[in-house]
């Protein structure tokens, strides 16, 4: 008997139409584009976290400086008046009176500096240690002149520490029944005069003019930068604090019938208004250093009356502000030896 074998039956290999196969690769299109747009969008969201950041502690930090230097100018040692201090000249000053030790003028300001010339305060005072030409245009320059806000030396002990630097630094010397004076003296020699001296008392000198400088490491890289030129052993020294700082703003407030309370408030004071200051409002504008894709609106910041209109160029902006009270100055004198 035969058996019958089954017949095996070949059939075509199946397979992806064309149709199908284009659907399939817009399927992986769509998901690849998916995935590369959220990353792109978690890209972006992590620069902006990351700008936003530098920029608020850029400001807080701007801010705090200047409301420290405004709240402590017109403050030496405490003097009820500063007539009988006789001012001096150190090494490289900021002009040629003497602007440093001189105690006139310790709260002064160039409004709305314009132009490559030196910037010439609200009191004609020039200021030939800041570079004019570097100056963001039209933003605001402020002079300060104090003493340090805690002696040196008192009552023979030099202050808890006091870093003893041999670099001599500028003192005000005050001892009961002598007029106070300036002294050079280098820190280091502060506990030997202590035990010689115990009834004298040191305090050292503190003279700075902040400004926005038009570039932060070199001219052209178009950072605005806050620096100042700060008194440092026996000449003015360049110094710089914070990146991204794109303009400075004083608003004064003036207190015209001397009842302590402000009349009005001025953003370009004279100077009579600064003599009769008593509150200041200090604004910062600050952008981030790098552009934030994606970041194109037009904003208005506003400054005090000032508007600023910057465009959109990417950057991310906030405005800082502070309102300090010029505790120091009713020890002021106003006229200027030698003027």
């Not at 299109?29 to 850029?58: C, F, H, P, T």
């Not at 001096?88 to 310790?106: E, K, M, Y």
């Amino acid at each position: 008997m035969l058996m019958s074998v089954p017949r095996v039956r070949h059939t075509a290999q199946s397979g992806l139409s064309l149709v199908e196969l284009l659907v399939a690769m817009a399927l992986g299109v769509m998901l690849s584009g998916g995935a590369i747009g959220a990353y792109i969008a978690s890209k972006q969201q992590y620069l902006y976290d990351d700008q936003l950041a530098r920029v608020q502690e850029n400001g807080r930090y701007a801010i705090s400086l200047l409301q420290r230097e405004l709240s402590m100018a017109g403050f030496y040692a405490g003097l009820v008046s500063t007539a009988e201090l006789t001012g001096g000249s150190v090494g490289v000053d900021c002009n040629s009176l003497g602007w440093a030790l001189q105690p006139q003028f310790p709260f002064d300001v160039v409004d709305n500096h314009r132009g490559s010339g030196v910037p010439t305060t609200q009191h004609s005072v020039p200021l030939t240690c800041v570079n004019g030409s570097r100056v963001v245009d039209g933003s605001d320059v402020i002079a300060v002149k104090r003493s340090a806000a805690e002696a040196s030396l008192s009552g023979g002990v030099p202050r808890a520490g006091l870093t003893l630097s041999r670099v001599s630094r500028w003192h005000m010397r005050l001892e009961s029944g002598a007029e106070p004076l300036w002294q050079q003296l280098r820190p280091a020699d502060l506990p030997a005069v202590g035990v010689s001296n115990p009834a004298r008392a040191y305090w050292e000198a503190r003279a700075s003019v902040f400004y926005l400088r038009d570039y932060a490491q070199s001219p052209g890289d178009n950072l605005p930068t806050l620096c100042a030129e700060v008194l440092a052993g026996d000449e003015m020294t360049s110094r710089c604090f914070v990146e991204g700082v794109e303009d400075l703003q004083l608003e004064v407030g003036v207190d015209s019938d001397g009842d302590g309370v402000v009349d009005v408030y001025r953003m370009s004071p004279s100077a009579l208004d600064l003599q009769a200051a008593i509150v200041v409002r200090a604004h910062l504008l600050l952008r981030s250093l790098h552009v934030v894709p994606g970041q194109r609106l037009e904003k208005t910041y506003y400054l005090g009356s000032k508007e600023v209109r910057p465009g959109a160029d990417g950057f991310l902006r906030r405005v800082f502000s502070t309102t300090v009270r010029l505790q120091n100055l009713r020890s002021a004198t106003y006229t200027l030896a030698g003027r």
